[in-house]
């Protein structure tokens, strides 16, 4: 099920707090008064749960390390829903000092088909690297890596492999046991991403997810345990809205803007999305229009508008028509991305000339030239 | 179930031939005017079957390379009984000029939980190299490696991973989904030790095993066929008799005889163990004995006495009632093992000197002589 799917369902049921507490999941908002309200993702209630991140906090408050994680699958898809996650790092290693750690999961894009062989996604994973540390990220304390060439990575995956069952990531999971044997050996290596910087580097770490990831969290809090490692601690995220009001999807081309989309499909898919609007200009401009129900709005409040007195205004001129949908929100919006993607570009230029730093292993940054016109 | 029982089991059938048909494997008979029948193991029906091996031989008639593999998960139960199997290899290796690959499977004895961690077999694994590679293996042409710390066979694991669904293995296997995932991704980690000879090195391979381990071979064609792979061939041996008269276990002590075995529990086991013996001498010499139940026999013709008139004087000397169990059989044979512990013992001195000539990685000899004795 979809992230915002799954979040909608569980908000309707009156009983969230408890079903979040089921899983040893907090609402976010009594940790705000130690994390602060600097950031809008903290603030606005993009973070909107966690599990056991006031232990990290409370290391953080006594200036001892912590590292945090998240993996990408490399693939050529990279979108502006993307990025609320790495900004988010980005501001926790900022404030924190932590190490982040990326590994780029080419063997889970090969075991689940997204791809023929493993070897064909390098230059993908390179590419998707420069995108996600252009977003500001230095070279100092981070780990990434290419998951199936990092034959430690392996090795802990293989050594978490005595600590699951096959019945257990079936139940999890919901396998039928037709599935490739990669997909459920898969969920080890995932441990082992998680893991390896408190195994091998002797850090906490933290997670931050969609809720509809969790199940991959507890399964290696299950290994954690068995294996008497500290066990990772998760954030939970609310992702953008999709264009089209449907969920945020790289498989529904007109729900999301892509990193790689020119300036005239940018246009085109933001000029389409949905809004609160009304259905003439004046109808909207005499009784307002609802926000709630805007893709535009959300991706202003979630991700583009990082000023509060600016997002009350923009409420405020919605609420009240003063602000048109396709007049006024939805230029400044594509007028925003169009920005954010020039100064982006440029910021990869300077990632690119210090790739290897970011990097645990050799890369061969030859293939980055290599047929290709996205640089 | 154990090889032994399953040849009998199979041999007690008069449709023996058609089993093994059904999967393939065809009687070695025909093949020997092409194999020759100086080596006792064809001669005398210790190999006596194999499948596709027409195909390895008659690419060795043409000076093309093949390579013969054979895994070993390191323990410290090397016996005699295994020692078939790699004499055999040697003789082949000899014979054709092959490349002999033998992975230590130390993932093996760790994810079948022989072992609490992955490194504590590592000491192991270099033992049982140099006991294997003092049968008589130059470091030409023998490729050792440590399997779980041999990246690229990690990397092809992973990479077959996709072509075997759990039903497929756990209807080979007879699993119950209550194992752990390990066990049943080692499945692909032995397809890797299979083909990797080929895919890396572009040989085809011969995997010379007991009956009983061919769902392993059959689950490693169906990945080659999938993947478009030289299918691995196979030839099939009948291993040494159990000296209690049950099948030969390494968790049975007294059925077989341990290379670290001393003279006191060698002269015990071969002197406690079951023959056609009669019950007084008086009645052996008047009657005769019976050769083919004597574990005695079985020993000395598949293994220890390698000349054909020797062996048919002892036969006769048997069956004449000339031969007396416990005064010239069984003192023949503890003379017979003690001889070719001690040669083999010299043997190993020199293996060692040249150890990290077989390894295909790095190894650290330096282990060898931490807290040891038994070199």
Known sequence: MNIEDEIQNIEKRTDYDRILEEFGISRIDK????????????????????????????RAE??????????????????????????????????????????????????????????ETYKLSLENAVDIFALGFKPDNVHAYISSITPRIQYLALSFSVNQT??????????????????????CIQAAH???????????????VGLDQDVFIRLTRDIARKRKITSPTSLYIRFLKGLTGKPMSSSAPESCVFLSDDE?????????????????????????ANSDVCTIY?????????????????RKGCKD???????????????????HQKQ???????????LEKYFDHEIDLSVLNREDDSF
């Open 166 to 187: 096959y019945n257990a990531i079936k139940a999890a999971l919901g396998l039928t046991g037709e599935e490739n044997v990669g997909t459920v050996f898969y969920s």
């Open 321 to 339: 028509g003063e602000l048109i949908c396709g007049l006024d929100c939805k230029p400044r919006l594509i007028e925003m991305i169009l920005n």
């Open 62 to 119: 006594q200036n001892k390390k912590f590292a945090i994680i998240s993996g990408r699958g490399p693939s050529s898809d990279l979108h502006y829903g993307h990025f609320i996650l790495f900004e988010l790092i980005r501001f926790i290693q900022e404030k924190y000092n932590c190490d982040f750690f990326l590994p780029l999961s080419d063997d889970e894009k090969y075991v689940f088909r997204k791809v023929d062989s493993i070897g």
């Open 298 to 314: 959300d991706w202003f409040e979630k991700y583009f508008v990082k000023d509060d007195k600016e997002m009350s205004e923009i």
């Open 194 to 208: 998680i893991l390896h910087p408190t195994t091998d580097h002797n850090l906490p770490v933290v997670v931050p």
């Open 344 to 354: 982006h570009n440029n910021r990869k230029k300077e990632v690119i000339k210090n």
């Open 31 to 58: 940790l705000l008064p130690k994390i602060g309200r600097e950031n809008i993702f903290f603030r606005r209630g993009v973070v909107f749960a966690h599990r056991d991140f006031n232990k990290i906090v409370d």
């Open 264 to 288: 005239k499909t940018i246009k085109r898919k933001i000029m389409n999305a949905l809004t609160g609007g009304r259905s003439t200009v004046k109808e909207q401009q005499k009784l307002g």
